[in-house]
């Protein structure tokens, strides 16, 4: 099937496991009812961390033996794209797989296998004979999405789209893209995160000093917060079925939502420290891309990850691109309150978690702001309680990770 750039890029399925739930239905619910799951789980050399961990049944999809051999990110993402075909109403039966696509986002596939498989030989003296001879293929770049393809029979292209913590929106990005030049005609697309079984991420923010720590693990991720103190691991994974709308028309698919509008920049400022500049710019770009103004977005998805100075400069971003005396239907909020930071799949989940307000006109709050830092003053920033809107057709997803790479994604509510 021929395409062009012009095509128009919908949303027919959503398939996601999250620390506070494993449907749609229950993560919106959970998100409006201001319910958070953070755990304390124990970590090698560390003792007790908080972490956002993920609940779901990995035998749904999943033979015993395949769990043997697979990896946490690949059973994640496996578990989300089998729960969006069957979401998408697709009958995959009758799917040309050669047609079919797999861009998944992650951030830090690799070292987790390494790391455990490291540690379990330290208990053996270091005697490589007790090496996983799985290690290969647990470790490949490639492997979320590769596990993907191998469980649903997949033959089209995949891979995983390293990006840091914009992995996520990043991954629906490029699955936008190959779909408008043609090379597939039905797309799995997000992102996943197995970070919560590493302790070197716990360890590099905590010495970096932005390691979340609170008496109460659901009210250790506060961004905007005077108190915020760092950063709350969590695994989890979103992944969307996306297709041309000609198609999706076609076989009469049910529409959450239309991509209208990306961009992804870089800062080349600083490994670590982003720059609300080169923020405002990505925002900005996607904007034009859109074909829209800020007063035409409804609900702006921060990225914000309750560490001071990453909170501060996106804040930054925002309140020069959307002031409130232009943009006063905008209002902005913030998922990894709920959930902490899922890392490689955070765009792909908050991305689902804003998607149900376009059918029930709700804006899910940002929880645990008790004292708002000036420096996160935002217009029309939904505190603590959901809002209800009279209109909501317009969401802007805000994805930044470490090295600088941004991205900024538009969905919008289908019209024809």
Same mark, same amino acid.
């Given at each position: 099937?021929?395409?062009?750039?012009?095509?128009?890029?919908?949303?027919?399925?959503?398939?996601?496991?999250?620390?506070?739930?494993?449907?749609?239905?229950?993560?919106?619910?959970?998100?409006?009812?201001?319910?958070?799951?953070?755990?304390?789980?124990?970590?090698?050399?560390?003792?007790?961390?908080?972490?956002?961990?993920?609940?779901?049944? #990995?035998?749904?999809? *999943? =033979?015993?033996?395949? /769990? +043997?051999?697979?990896?946490?990110?690949?059973?994640? %993402?496996?578990?989300? $794209?089998?729960?969006?075909?069957?979401?998408?109403?697709?009958?995959?039966?009758?799917?040309?797989?050669?047609?079919?696509?797999?861009?998944?986002?992650?951030?830090?596939?690799?070292?987790?296998?390494?790391?455990?498989?490291?540690?379990?030989?330290?208990?053996?003296?270091?005697?490589?004979?007790?090496?996983?001879?799985?290690?290969?293929?647990?470790?490949?770049?490639?492997?979320?999405?590769?596990?993907?393809?191998?469980?649903?029979?997949?033959?089209?292209?995949?891979?995983?789209?390293?990006?840091?913590?914009?992995?996520?929106? #990043?991954?629906?990005? *490029? =699955?936008?893209?190959? /779909? +408008?030049?043609?090379?597939?005609?039905?797309?799995? %697309?997000?992102?996943? $995160?197995?970070?919560?079984?590493?302790?070197?991420?716990?360890?590099?923010?905590?010495?970096?000093?932005?390691?979340?720590?609170?008496?109460?693990?659901?009210?250790?991720?506060?961004?905007?917060?005077?108190?915020?103190?760092?950063?709350?691991?969590?695994?989890?994974?979103?992944?969307?079925?996306?297709?041309?709308?000609?198609?999706?028309?076609?076989?009469?698919?049910?529409?959450?939502?239309?991509?209208?509008?990306?961009?992804?920049?870089?800062?080349?400022?600083?490994?670590?420290?982003?720059?609300?500049?080169?923020?405002?710019?990505?925002?900005?770009?996607?904007?034009?891309?859109?074909?829209?103004?800020?007063?035409?977005?409804?609900?702006?998805?921060?990225?914000?990850?309750?560490?001071?100075?990453?909170?501060?400069?996106?804040?930054?971003?925002?309140?020069?691109?959307?002031?409130?005396?232009?943009?006063?239907?905008?209002?902005?909020?913030?998922?990894?309150?709920?959930?902490?930071?899922?890392?490689?799949?955070?765009?792909?989940?908050?991305?689902?978690?804003?998607?149900?307000?376009?059918?029930?006109?709700?804006?899910?709050?940002?929880?645990?702001?008790?004292?708002?830092?000036?420096?996160?003053?935002?217009?029309?920033?939904?505190?603590?309680?959901?809002?209800?809107?009279?209109?909501?057709?317009?969401?802007?997803?805000?994805?930044?990770?470490?090295?600088?790479?941004?991205?900024?994604?538009?969905?919008?509510?289908?019209?024809?």
């Amino acid at each position: 099937m021929t395409s062009t750039e012009s095509s128009r890029i919908v949303i027919t399925g959503v398939g996601l496991t999250a620390p506070n739930g494993n449907t749609l239905a229950e993560f919106r619910e959970n998100l409006l009812q201001g319910v958070a799951r953070i755990s304390n789980i124990e970590m090698r050399y560390m003792g007790q961390v908080h972490a956002g961990v993920c609940d779901f049944d #990995a035998k749904k999809y *999943q =033979a015993r033996r395949e /769990l +043997r051999n697979s990896t946490r990110a690949g059973s994640i %993402a496996i578990f989300c $794209s089998r729960e969006a075909v069957a979401d998408s109403g697709v009958e995959w039966e009758s799917v040309d797989t050669s047609r079919v696509g797999v861009y998944i986002g992650t951030t830090e596939h690799g070292n987790v296998e390494t790391e455990n498989e490291i540690y379990n030989i330290s208990q053996y003296d270091y005697d490589v004979r007790f090496w996983s001879h799985h290690h290969n293929p647990r470790t490949v770049a490639n492997n979320p999405a590769g596990e993907v393809t191998l469980n649903l029979g997949i033959t089209g292209p995949h891979y995983t789209i390293g990006a840091a913590c914009a992995a996520g929106n #990043a991954g629906i990005i *490029q =699955a936008c893209q190959m /779909l +408008r030049l043609g090379e597939v005609d039905f797309a799995l %697309a997000g992102g996943v $995160s197995e970070s919560i079984r590493t302790f070197g991420i716990f360890a590099g923010f905590k010495s970096q000093g932005a390691l979340a720590v609170h008496e109460d693990p659901n009210k250790a991720s506060r961004p905007f917060d005077r108190a915020r103190n760092g950063i709350v691991v969590s695994e989890g994974g979103a992944i969307y079925t996306l297709e041309r709308l000609e198609d999706a028309q076609k076989r009469g698919a049910r529409i959450y939502g239309e991509i209208v509008g990306y961009k992804i920049n870089s800062d080349a400022t600083d490994a670590v420290l982003p720059n609300s500049e080169r923020q405002k710019e990505c925002i900005e770009a996607a904007l034009a891309k859109a074909g829209m103004k800020p007063a035409d977005i409804h609900i702006v998805n921060t990225h914000a990850t309750s560490t001071p100075q990453g909170d501060a400069q996106e804040c930054k971003a925002i309140r020069e691109v959307f002031p409130a005396e232009t943009c006063p239907e905008t209002r902005v909020n913030n998922t990894k309150s709920f959930i902490g930071h899922a890392m490689g799949a955070a765009g792909a989940l908050e991305l689902a978690g804003n998607l149900p307000s376009f059918e029930d006109g709700m804006v899910h709050p940002t929880i645990n702001v008790d004292d708002l830092d000036p420096e996160c003053a935002l217009p029309n920033l939904v505190k603590n309680t959901p809002e209800k809107r009279p209109e909501i057709t317009t969401i802007l997803n805000n994805s930044f990770g470490m090295l600088g790479i941004n991205s900024c994604l538009i969905v919008k509510k289908f019209a024809e």
